[in-house]
């Protein structure tokens, strides 16, 4: 499959760049080898082809996870030349692992193998704990890097686990063989399998952070560099929610009474500790952790949903929080290298150094927020009707509860900017494609907000 | 009847081990020395704590030799369906040494390959 | 015209986005004139569809623009419902709001942030009419939000002010808390009905009994909503907190349009209302408690602008006892009249403290009426309309509501007559410390005392000819008129059949009107003794103390009876309201719930340890947990 190769290759030509010195020209490199990643996946839409002897299937859903991963990823290359001054000489080295890990992520959305998916997570989160320690003489990066490397590890084991537990019940790594085999046994509780579905539930549950397995997300949050920790929130949570939502609604849809109520509570939990925890945060990094795992809570919602709405609901929610996430960390990066303070005082008078970065900082927190008119508002419109289809009110009214709480630390930023005079009064500027790709992801986010359907349906 | 059978071969597994040590305890001569009851370890003594730093190159080492392992086990397989899938399998597996040789490029270039 | 409805809020927002974008560059006279122009083409398209209406018949038409959102088997259309009871909230909206606009000019002038008031002023039209027009809830929605930030950003337009963005704050984390009643009860519309349109939801409802339980739910979840947005009891207190934004801000968001969406939405969803007799009844007597409470806090607050942001909290709890007694065409009347001589109050208060270069507290004011004779005939006749005497706005659709208060419950009867009392006391209370007497200001602002500039004056007239006249639309037929009104809604609340007949005799009318009227000019004398003097700068206690001398020395024991009967409890009880009650009980329980999860946030937050080792022993204890939960639930499953 074309964008697979197409990736691998610019991950490999970018490997070469400081060696054959063109390392100027790797961020072009990258991008162009992204949009052409883009154009390939774009032109599968629809036809639902299957791969290396139906290890993959590229099917409406795929297309639309893999994407948005690489759209996101496209931006985030964009910032990253901006970013990394300090780190320069390694600047093909990480592109290349950054365009390795969307491999990850394209495999993790659209494999039909338990192996593949195994090989996607791996990828994924092999080229993350290298990222994480970008920062080789910072303390907190090597301490990142290696609290996610060692928890990481930890949870890869018992999704590994998982899958052999899987493969004795159902002899078979195929998504359609055990799809088959769990309907045809639905009835009656096979521990086996039972033992197989949980362990793989808690390895996907630490990928997308959520309670109790989410206490590596704010260290490795907070101490990777931010541009980094942007690519994590993003791109990695979106991938495996796809991973996630694909193979349990899949395989696992039959026998949803018996993990649904593992996932209520995580649910609840998660959203809990992450928004409660994030209240008090000073330091909008680690905040936005607390966040991204509160978004991780909203979205656990739609893997209870037991039709076709739970996948359109995932991904008008990865792509609302991706494209609010993505803008609202590069912010924090922009004033972080001006202010030197990653708190959120350092956002004070945003309004007189930047009118624009004021505002886009204030449409992507009104979006996360979700506040009405913005993509944030219909994510969870979405999410939270599909759960309430399938009938869990209680479950609905408690998230929305928290999704209250959220608004009051996702005004502090806001505040901050807009209602707070600056400690300096030095002007930021930027360069020009960096305003226009803000500008555009704020763009994106009213006009999902006006009209959600520009989502198709997958 | 399948249980019976399973319980019978570990109590007979069990069983043999046991049998086979305590007769050694038994009949074998013991001579108790401080030498005798040092932990074997393969070649010298340790001389002072045993955590110490190793050079990074170890690792470098240790990494580019597992690239090469994990190739030589996907080689096996390879070699089994070649004759049955002719060229394909060929070109395949062309493209796949050609990628670990860009790795091993990369290493060298990097100078990883250089002792210091 | 009815065609051309999309422009309507359309408009609005265009001049947002000319507006926004080009604050600070494009001058303030263009600024204005965008502002202002934009607000006023939705005027002329709203007349033309008002127009269109009356021939038409006042047949509902649902403009259907595109599907907005599909999810399932789940669709909302964007679409524009136009039927009398939204004709008749669009004309409020867009005549105030022009109104409000055009003294804006003049209040702002010297406003650095001018465009940008501006903006934030046209998005709230945009929201406001939104919110009035959307056929569905979620368009409903959609516009109760924005117009919630626009609030919010103009409340803390001010924003170098601390204590005015910590108002900004309060107003919008209360009005979220009523926002998330809103939220629940729309996702079990969609649950009950499998649609949010209007029309069709109220078609399906038909079926259920009266009494329903779901009904009552969803019923019951809006109005936590509208208490909210309508600042009533609990969540009451942020409107005179709000009044921190500038005076035409207070007009128009938190006077005559957006603090009575509420009683849209729940007008619009009478026919579920009628269906859930414990919600109304609930509806009402919340609606009476806060009229109460507000009428007696209103009675000792010194700042001009405070004592009429209680004053609207008090006028919006009469118009939900109106909706709780199923009484929605009055509590629609009560609505209109009330944007009228609210925010002529609101305005004329403005120009006086225009006039006094930003002074607020009514204790250095006095003696205005030479000064600002303009300010001083409209404020008179807005007083006159807010208490309540004939033939002015007030009079009228007061009157309905309290018939139907009688004609329901004597409970609900004696607390709005007690309200209305309270009304008249400290609405003159604050004619006269204003107006009368001698000036009890600096000298540098009487020196620049001046009456403000036509721009601001204009609005102030054309107000006061509605205020004067707009009763007009409702004459009780005991006087032998004709309630144009009530017909006028026939076609929206026609088809509820639930709604019970508020028929009193006409004696009874009679009776209630002529008591009435004594009682105002009672305590018009009453008042006027004590206020319009000629006290110059003392301290609140010493006023009160010579006034109360000079009254045993010049009248009877009865006076003094009086004073201590009545005045005496009700400061007593006034400030018991305000001191105890709000302060205490209320921004108590709202903080106290916020300090709950503070403490929650840090002991969450100490589990965070940063070390690694307990991390993992948190993931194992979480695994076996999950491993343990399944067990147990496969067994009982």
Redesign the interface.
Known sequence: MNVVIALTITGILNLFGSIFSYRKITPLLSIIGLTTAIVFNSMYWNTNQSFFNHMMVVDNYAVAFGTVCMVLAACLIIFYNRFMGDNDHHLPEVLSVIVLSVDGAIVMVSYTNLLMLFLGVEILSISFYILAGLKKKDLGSNEAAIKYFLMGAFSTGFLLLGITLIYGATASFDLSVISEYVKLNSTSTNYLLLSGVLLILVGLLFKVAAAPFHFWTPDVYQGAPTIITAFFATVGKIASFGAFYRLFQMCFSPIVNEWSGVIMVVAIITMFIGNITALQQKNLKRMFAYSSIAHAGYMLLALLSHDYLGGNAILFYSIAYGISSMSAFIIIHIIQTQTGTDEAMGFAGLVHKNKTLAMITAISMLSLSGIPLTAGFFGKFYLFSSAIESGYVLLVCLAVINSFIGIYYYFKPVIESYFKDSITDDVIKLKSVETILLIFLSIATILLGIFPGLVPAI | MGNVSLIVLMACGIGFCGLAQLVSKLIAPSSKNLQKLQAYECGVPTIGASWIQFNVGYYLFALIFLVFDVELMFLFPWAVVNKEMGITAFIEIVVFIFILFLGLLYAWKKGALKWM | MTDLVWLVPLLPLIGFIINGLGFGKISKNTAAIIGCGSVFLSLIIVAGIFYEDLGRGGEAVQKTYF??????N?SIDFSLLIDRLSIVMMLIVTGVGLLIHIYSVGYMHNDVGFGKFFAYMNLFMFSMLVLVLGANYVML??GW??VG?CSYLLI?FW??NREY?AAA?KA??MN??G??GF??GL??I??TFGTSDFQRVFSSVQSFSSGDITITLITLFLFIGAMGKSAQIPLFTWLPDAMAGPTPVSALIHAATMVTAGIYMIARSNIMYALAPSTSEFVAVVGALTALMAGFIALTQTDIKKVLAYSTVSQLGYMFVALGLTAYSSAMFHVMTHAFFKALLFLGAGSVIHALSGEQNMRKMGGLRKHLPITFITMAIATLAIVGFPPFAGFFSKDEILTAAYSHSMFLFVILSLTSVLTVLYMFRFFFLTFFGEFRGTKYQIDHIHESPKSMTLPLLILMVLSAVGGGLGIPEALGGKHFLSEYFNHVFGGNTRIQSHEVSHFFEYGLMIISMVLIILIYQFTKQRYDKKVIGKSVEELKMSLWYKLSLNKFYVDELYDKIIVKPLNGMSNFFFNSIEKKVIDGAVNGSGQT??F???M??S??S?N?G???L??V???V???F??LI??IT?
């Open positions: 599907t907005w959102i599909t999810a399932g789940l929605f959609i939000e924005g930030l803390g924003y170098k963005t704050n919008f984390i979220r808390i926002d998330l939220l629940l996702f079990l969609f649950k999860v503070y929650l946030s840090s969450l937050k589990l965070q940063g690694i307990f991390y993992v948190m993931m204890i979480g695994i947990a999950i491993l939960f399944s639930n496969t499953l």
